[in-house]
């Protein structure tokens, strides 16, 4: 399922070359995220006046800014270095603290599966306000810069929280609420640098625009770099966050306190951005009504009403950490292997597509890999019933199993549904369009788990339940959600096949009004579902 696609398509061709741009890829993304080419030209109320020299003004570019004969790119110099280091700080925080989080949560909070999914959705939540981080920043520059300003902010803001929880988690002085509410500070600071580092490595693809490979590199160490922290960040949660079993390591608060100075010391790296100060920008009224016109674009509105739905039916087990907690009695580096062996299987995933997929339709893809999560998730149930015992197979190793193939299946449709959200992005606001687009899939994923919530209130699946080895309402809830995923396969034929389709579409610019509205209201109702529910959890 693709839930939280916190950036911007990131995953490429392979590097095998030494010269970027020597092999074509005909499943290439275009050059740059939303950079008009003679395949896709703008719908006529997009169209900027002045073309290419107006465009590179607003962006903060010198008029006619590209690549210079004879220059060659390198992600790795000194005025590109910050960006790697803003993707490594937000894929090493977001992934150090996941499994700790949850065994402090059910351990020292003794916080309900329905808390626990609250905590959850409340950490997500600012993912889904994450296309107002890309319409400030195209309205309005801070300290001068339209990007690097507000990483800094957001940098600042995620380590204040994160030293401020350490410290109160340290003098017991923190509930459910407390720690919801902070680690909301924590993930909006984070979602407002992976805005900007997004919109960095856009204008970054831009100048390069006469080499269609740059855009697609740029996207590759980006996104390698985070996928390199995310791993080494479950490595570190699930190693030193194992006191009470291995006798050594840190409390949560003290975990805490290490993620923030982590945060701290990526900083300075962030002064180090060579970003153009801005010349211009639109005016954030002719920003929404341009968006708009976008969305009233078939080839927008259907893949994201596709993909939203798709991911509402594909729901969540609520009670599942604490099944694996309580009930079957898993310790924090269990937990953490399986967060662990995710993360790697998602970019192995990532690199099947890529190496051995790129030609395969993408509904048939989609269409299988549904079925894989469908069989896995069915597979679940013997886990539950404890039939794996009967089978010669430990606990862990069958959760681990489970855990890898549905990571696998997430990695392997990361890069198509990426694929589709470029070809969506209209020229000049591509931050903001991107960021829209993505916020909407993101909102997806607290919906399916405020379902899932529901789903998992009809019957018994308390603590206490899984303490006294009553997994009767589990199994049931397994099996709702196993049927569901199955459902939501029937709306893969609604996508389209590959980014060729795709930007077919996006050429022709058949319209309806009426979907753009549904869009809309969809888009409304959900945040306020999300987070009215949220707050009643919580409370």
Known sequence: MLRSLVGSEMCIRDSINAEYGELPNPMAPKPSYGAVTALEAPHPALAIPGGDVEHDQLLGAPSGMGQQPGERFDMLSMGRIGILACYFGLGFATHCLKTPTTMYMV????????QQTAVGIVNGLPWCFKVFFGFLSDWRPFLGYRCKGYMLAGGSLQCLSLLLLGLFVSQDAVSVFGLGLLLFICTAGRIQM???????????????????EIGTKVAAVAWSTRFGANVLGALTGMSVCNREAWGWGLSYGELCLFVGTIQFCIMPALFT????????????RQQLEQMYLVVQKQSVWQPLLTIFFFNILNLPVPPWNSFLIKGLGFHGWELGSLVLVGNMMGLCGCLIYRTHLTRTSWRVLFAVCGLIQCGFSSMQLMLVSRDNERVGLSDFWFALGDDAATALVEGLQTLPFAAMLITMC???????????????????????????????????CSNRAMEMQDFTGLWNVVAVTTVLSLLSLSLVQYLPKSSEESMIMHTMGQQSEFHAQLFIAVFGASMLVVVLDTLYELG
Do not use: K
């Open 273 to 284: 951005i060579d970003e153009p100060a801005p010349t211009g920008s639109l005016p954030f």
């Open 426 to 460: 209209p020229r000049l606001q591509e931050g903001s369009s991107f960021a829209l687009f993505t916020t909407f899939i993101n909102l997806s994923g607290p919906m399916s788990r405020v379902c899932g919530v529901m789903v998992s209130n009809i019957w018994d």
């Open 107 to 114: 351990h020292v909070l003794n916080a309900s599966p329905a």
């Open 194 to 212: 992976d805005v900007m580092a997004d919109s960095l490595c856009v204008q970054l693809s831009h100048r390069y625009e006469s080499n269609s």
